[in-house]
C-alpha cells in the first residue's frame, strides 16, 4: 500500500533525501565567507562559540553555542565573526578542508584543541526535484532554533553527535551521518511547524484540532476513495466549515490537496517502476486504470506510460537515498 502514517513521513519517504555532511568550519580571529545560492536545505549548529548568520534579504543574526539553523533554497549568505568583517568567497576555502574540517586561524586550532572561536557542524540535504517542492515550498529561507527553546536542547545534542562523526573513520560513519542529519531534519521541521503564528502549509496543519487527524487517515490510506464528508466527520465538522478550515490551513481544497499527493506518489511509483500502471491506479484509491490515467495526466501533463518511459530513460538518485 502507498502511503504513511502522517505526511512528514510520506513526504521525506518521496524526497528520497541525499545528504552531505561538513565539512566542518573551525575559526578563530575576524573572518567571514560568502556562500552562493544553492537548491533544497543546509542544516548546521553551533557546537562551540559564537558567529553571525547574514542572508540576504534579512537582519544579521547572532547564532550562540547549541543554537540550530536550517536554510531553505536560500539566497547568497554570509557566516562572520562579526557583521563587518569583509567576506571572501566560501567555495574555495572549504575545498582546502583536511579530514573534516575547514581551519580558518592558527594552524592549532581543532576539534578537541579549545583554542578556536568557532565550530560549526553543517550538512547538505538534497531531494529527488520530482518532489522537491512538496517540503521546499513550505518552507522559510531561514529557520533558527535557540538552544533555549522546546526543540533546542534536543537540536543541540543532535548536532554534537553529528559533529562527532565528521572527520572520524569510523565504520558506518556516511550511514550514521545520513541518519542523523535526517533526524536533524524532522526535528527543525517539529520546530517549525509549531511556531503558529507562520503560515506553513500541511506542515502547520498537522497541529490543528480536527484537519490534523483528517490528514493523518488520508496519509496512513491513500487507496481509501476519500470523500469530503468522510473527512469532515473525522475532523468533528461540518462539510463546509471542514472545507473553509483545511483550505485555510493548507492553503487548498481537501480534494485538491488529496488528487496533489496521490500524484506525488504516483509520480514517484511510476519513476522507480515499482507498480504497474493498474496496480498504482488502486493504490492510490482509483476504481479504474483510465480513471487514474484521466487524473495524472491533468496534474502531470502526460499519460503513466509516458512518464514512466521518460522517467527509465533519466539516472535517478540511489534507491537508498545516499
Known amino acids: 500500500m502507498l502511503g504513511f502514517r502522517d505526511p512528514v513521513a510520506d513526504a521525506i519517504g518521496l524526497l528520497r533525501p541525499r545528504t552531505v555532511i561538513g565539512p566542518s568550519l573551525l575559526a578563530a580571529g575576524e573572518w567571514a565567507l560568502r556562500f552562493d545560492p544553492f537548491l533544497h536545505v543546509r542544516i548546521g549548529g553551533l557546537v562551540r562559540g559564537t558567529c553571525w548568520l547574514i542572508l540576504d534579504g534579512h537582519e544579521p543574526v547572532l547564532l550562540r553555542e547549541g543554537d540550530t539553523f536550517m536554510l531553505g533554497n536560500p539566497p547568497p549568505y554570509v557566516l562572520a565573526s562579526s557583521p563587518g568583517a569583509s567576506p571572501r568567497p566560501a567555495g574555495p576555502v572549504l575545498a582546502g578542508a583536511e579530514d ?14 579549545g583554542e578556536d572561536d568557532l565550530y560549526l557542524c553543517v550538512g547538505h540535504i538534497a531531494f529527488d526535484d520530482r518532489n522537491a517542492a512538496l517540503l521546499t515550498d513550505l518552507l522559510p529561507s531561514l529557520v533558527i532554533v535557540r ?9 543541540a545534542q543532535l548536532i554534537d553527535l553529528l559533529a562527532t562523526e565528521v572527520g572520524v573513520a569510523a565504520a558506518g560513519g556516511p550511514l550514521v551521518q545520513n541518519h542523523l542529519a535526517q533526524i536533524l531534519l524532522v526535528h527543525m521541521l517539529r520546530a ?21 487527524a483528517a490528514l493523518r487517515a488520508v496519509h496512513a490510506d491513500m487507496a481509501h476513495s476519500w470523500s469530503l464528508k468522510e473527512l469532515a466527520e473525522i475532523s468533528h465538522m461540518s462539510r463546509s466549515a471542514f472545507a473553509q478550515a483545511f483550505k485555510s490551513h493548507v492553503g ?10 496521490r500524484m506525488s506518489l504516483a509520480r514517484d511509483a511510476l519513476a522507480r517502476d515499482t507498480l504497474s500502471i493498474s496496480q498504482l491506479a488502486r493504490a492510490t484509491g482509483y476504481r479504474s486504470e483510465s480513471a487514474f490515467s484521466t487524473a495524472f495526466r491533468r496534474v502531470v501533463g502526460s499519460s503513466p506510460a509516458q512518464f514512466r518511459n521518460q522517467a527509465r530513460q533519466q539516472p535517478g538518485p540511489a534507491a537508498d537515498g545516499s
Open 100 to 113: 573534516g574540517f575547514v581551519r580558518i586561524g592558527p594552524e592549532s586550532i581543532g576539534p578537541e584543541s
Open 252 to 261: 487548498t481544497p481537501p480534494l485538491e490537496y488529496l488528487i496533489q499527493w
Open 192 to 212: 517549525h511547524a509549531g511556531r503558529t503564528d507562520r503560515p506553513t502549509g500541511w506542515l502547520g496543519a498537522l497541529n490543528a484540532d480536527g484537519i490534523g
Open 147 to 155: 538552544v533555549a527553546d522546546p526543540h533546542g536542547g534536543r537540536l
